[in-house]
Every structure is written in structure tokens, then in C-alpha cells.
């Protein structure tokens, strides 16, 4: 039995997308090309289903046809839960150097971001977690080394009578950067285990650096 090879299958439902759509604005393909300042060729081999439109080519069509970017960029995308894990699982590559854990994720989510489905989602969520806990956690670290440095520490709650002090000591401040470091790894074990399955993933805390 011969493969089936997707990319052919997903180039040719999304040449009938085009089409049905430029049909239903009553435009030939002499006229979608105009419209789209795209060449007539580039049309062409679109509705043939021998090239896959991206970045401003996908753009300018869904422009000229009147639909959302994400319409088309949908018939674009592939299912791929294999590498929504590997994602997830990129961000376990802070152990070995903090800032792999946002640069590698990076990476991976941009040249995958226009191809594989709900990658987009799930690159920039985990990146904004990645970064807010980088600052939380190296933010912690550094008062910890202050404290350190400096001999100090600080006595929370003093002021109320019925709870009693509570120091916090360069070495609570060090358990805490712990703690966030074991969070992590929770955190991204989950996720991957979400996305194999197929579910949202969830990344808390997280700035929204990313939109």
C-alpha cells in the first residue's frame, strides 16, 4: 500500500479553499491576483495545489477575499501532537542553562508556528511563563545573595501580637528559588502530557509579554 502523503492533501483542500472562495467573489484568477498583488503564476500554482501560501502571500489573499488571515492560515496548519510535546518539553532545557528555556522554545515556535496547529497558543504562553518565572526566580536568587552580602534579613508579621515573626532569612529566600525551579519542571511535564492528549495547555503564572 503506497503512504499518503499529507502535505499533497492538505495543499489540495486548501487550492479548493481559494477557489470556492475567489469563485463566491465572482473574481477570476486574473482579478484575485490584481486584488491581492500577488503574480498570476503564484495564483495558479496555489489553485493546482503545487505551493502552500505563507506569511505575506497567505496575508494579501485572505485580504483580497475578504476573510480572516486565520481562515486560511487554518487550512495551512496540520495536526502535530508530537511536536506540541516536544514544545512543552523545550522549556525543560533551563536546567542546563536558564536562558535555553525561553530561546529554544523560541526557536522552535517560530519555524513551526505557521505549520502546525496551535502552535502559536501554546509557544506563547509557554514563553511567557518561561519569562515570568525567569524573573521571579533569578529575582529571588539575587536577594538571596544581597542578604548574603550584606548579613541582613527581615522579620514579617512582627506587628501583629496574635501571629508571631517570621525571618526571612537569605536561606528562605534560596528554598524559595528551589521551590520555583521544582515548579517548572512540574509545570512543563503537565503541559506536554495536555498536549498529547490533545487538550489547552495551562501556563501560570504569566506576564503577558507576548500577544
Not at 500554482?45 to 475578504?66: V, W
Not at 522549556?91 to 530561546?103: C, H, Q, Y
Not at 529554544?104 to 496551535?118: G, Q, S, Y
Amino acid at each position: 500500500m503506497l503512504p499518503i502523503n499529507t502535505d499533497i492533501m492538505k495543499n489540495n483542500d486548501l487550492a479548493k479553499k481559494v477557489k470556492e472562495l475567489r469563485t463566491k467573489k465572482g473574481y477570476s484568477q486574473e482579478e484575485l491576483a490584481e486584488q491581492a498583488q500577488l503574480n498570476l503564476r503564484t495564483i495558479q500554482r496555489i489553485e493546482a495545489g503545487k505551493t502552500e501560501p505563507r506569511g505575506d502571500t497567505l496575508k494579501r489573499l485572505a485580504l483580497a477575499l475578504d476573510v480572516a488571515a486565520d481562515e486560511l492560515i487554518n487550512w495551512t496548519e496540520q495536526e502535530d501532537n508530537s511536536f506540541l510535546v516536544l514544545l512543552n518539553l523545550s522549556g525543560l532545557t533551563f536546567i542546563a542553562f536558564p536562558l535555553f528555556g525561553i530561546f529554544i522554545p523560541l526557536a522552535l515556535w517560530i519555524m513551526r508556528r505557521e505549520k502546525v496547529r496551535h502552535v502559536r497558543e501554546v509557544g506563547r504562553k509557554l514563553i511567557n511563563f518561561q519569562i515570568t518565572m525567569c524573573i521571579l526566580g533569578y529575582g529571588s536568587l539575587m536577594a538571596f545573595f544581597i542578604m548574603k552580602i550584606t548579613h541582613t534579613s527581615f522579620t514579617i508579621f512582627e506587628m501583629l501580637p496574635s501571629i508571631p515573626g517570621f525571618n526571612l532569612s537569605g536561606e528562605f529566600v534560596l528554598v524559595l528559588f528551589i521551590i520555583f525551579y521544582a515548579f517548572n519542571i512540574l509545570v512543563f511535564i503537565f503541559n506536554s502530557i495536555r498536549s498529547y492528549h490533545g487538550k489547552q495547555v495551562i501556563y501560570q503564572p504569566a506576564i503577558p509579554f507576548l500577544r
